[in-house]
């Protein structure tokens, strides 16, 4: 019943944030969530009204899969995937540096939230990533300022940018307390916050943060990562048993291509606008003295000295162009009872194509990302196979029950609308149909296909096989006997 509160509690605070009217009549009381005895087994977030939506529910749940009240596809379960995911700045789906991204993040299931935080000049601890305003959040007038310089009520003043179409809503930036406080509300016992400090913090001000977070989070529920390894070593002696990350820049290839890519995007504003947030890393570090400073810590000494500085528990967090090229990196950490997370600041795609490519036991203790949890298991530990326990019922039941597994749920609402055509969204490749996907080729032998003859002595003709592998998927409509 706790749980099942926090949901509306939840949705409660969502719709106020976005309808942005203080003055409206008090919304009617939420009614009581009647939930289904077959779908009672379902986490408290389950949808469960709506036509056909135990049939559903069951199909989806075949697959360890369920529909949630956010209309989100999510794992039931996350234990077959042995990997630590971490949402990068909350939900990747909704406003960074907003308390619904946090919480959000945490009904998903992910294993930790990554925020960023940073002090105003007042000494403000605020939940916010760039170190000027423009990109997430912009002030009233549309005057740029940075962070630094602002105080507190500079800050309120801030306003939320929407994900995808960078529209301006009605909320502003929270602060790091806020954050706080909204992660211990809705966090699972075993959900644990990143704290990634941006700021150049001095001890004084470490112990008023790490104070903060032991007073509304507790010892245990939340862990510090940044890119400075003496401000960790000072976090290390004012709290000697949490866990710290050193997190290091960015391989220089791959500041190169975002560098590329920006100056490709540079006269399309919205494609500038997305990806100003590598604006400033590209800025400061796509440079010849960003080389000759770009130290590498994925080496035995490399973590050696990290094992030093930090202890134990500890991690270093490397892009994932690092990680690939130094392969020792995962045994040298592990033998200094250390941990290894990956990112990457050229997309998720290429994220998760490279750990594809990795066998189980080298992949990383944790990823930081910005996809869902759902994603990352299926395409790693292919997390969701049918059971085919359950004989779905309706339609809509036997087109889930026949969707492939390298169907992307991530778009479910999506794949619904090609139900009548036979078609679904894969996660790799787009577009196909479900009948090609599941009918197995028939092997011609090499041998019998040039040596077939017919009756008179000539070679049988064989259609020429054609590459469909990089192709999209073209419907052609023929006509009936009637031309129309």
């Not at 540096?97 to 959000?104: G, P, Y």
């Not at 959900?191 to 001000?205: C, D, F, M, P």
């Not at 795609?349 to 990795?358: A, C, N, S, T, V």
């Not at 998927?473 to 009637?482: E, H, Q, V």
Request: aromatic share 10%; with cysteine; hydrophobic share 35%.
């Amino acid at each position: 019943m706790l749980k099942s509160s926090r949901c509306y509690a939840l949705l409660l605070i969502i719709f106020i944030a976005l309808s942005g009217c203080k003055s409206t009549p008090e919304a009617p009381p939420i009614p009581p969530k009647v939930v289904p005895q077959s779908l009672s087994h379902l986490p408290f977030d389950a949808k469960v009204d709506g036509e056909d939506i135990v049939d559903i529910q069951l199909t989806l749940g075949d697959r360890n899969l369920y529909l949630s009240d956010s209309g989100h596809i999510k794992m039931v379960s996350i234990a077959q995937c042995p990997l630590d995911i971490s949402a990068h700045r909350g939900d990747f789906r909704l406003p960074e540096s907003s308390d619904l991204a946090i919480a959000s993040a945490l009904f998903d299931n992910y294993n930790s939230v990554e925020i960023d935080v940073m002090q105003l000049k007042d000494g403000t601890w605020v939940n916010h990533h760039d170190s000027q305003t423009g990109r997430a959040t912009v002030y009233y007038t549309g005057e740029r300022y940075k962070l630094e310089r602002m105080n507190r009520k500079q800050y309120a003043k801030l306003k939320l940018r929407q994900k995808g179409s960078n529209e301006l809503l009605d909320m502003r930036p929270i602060t790091a307390y806020e954050a706080f406080t909204t992660f211990a509300a809705y966090r699972s016992y075993d959900q644990l916050l990143n704290v990634e400090i941006k700021s150049e913090a001095n001890g004084h001000e470490l112990v008023e943060l790490d104070n903060m977070l032991r007073q509304t989070i507790g010892q245990g529920g939340y862990y510090y990562s940044a890119s400075d390894l003496e401000m960790l070593e000072k976090l290390r002696g004012i709290n000697p048993r949490v866990y710290l990350g050193f997190v290091q820049g960015a391989h220089p290839t791959s500041v190169d291509k975002v560098t590329a890519d920006l100056r490709r995007g540079a006269q399309n504003d919205d494609y500038y606008l997305d990806h100003q947030k590598n604006i400033e890393f590209a800025g400061k570090y796509g440079t010849k003295r960003y080389r000759s400073r770009y130290k590498n810590y994925a080496s035995s000494a490399g973590i050696r000295k990290i094992s030093d500085k930090l202890g134990a528990n500890s991690g270093l967090h490397l892009d994932i162009r690092s990680f690939m090229q130094n392969t020792s990196v995962l045994n040298s950490a592990h033998r200094y009872g250390m941990k290894v997370y990956t990112y990457t600041i050229n997309g998720t795609d290429f994220h998760q194509g490279q750990l594809k490519r990795l066998a189980k036991k080298k992949l990383p203790d944790g990823v930081i990302v910005d996809t869902t949890p759902y994603k990352i298991c299926q395409k790693l530990f292919n997390a969701s196979v049918p059971n085919k326990r359950y004989q779905p019922l309706t339609p809509a039941g036997k087109y889930i029950a026949s969707l492939p597994a390298d169907a992307d749920f991530d778009r479910f609402d999506e794949m619904l609308g090609y139900q009548q055509e036979g078609y679904y969204i894969s996660l790799n490749s787009g577009l196909k149909s479900i009948a090609r996907a599941k009918a197995k080729p028939a092997k011609v032998s090499r041998s019998n296909k040039n040596s077939a003859s017919n009756p008179h002595g000539f070679p049988t003709i064989v259609d020429e096989e054609i590459e469909k592998t990089n192709s999209k998927t073209i419907i052609l409509t023929l006509p009936s006997s009637n031309n129309d």
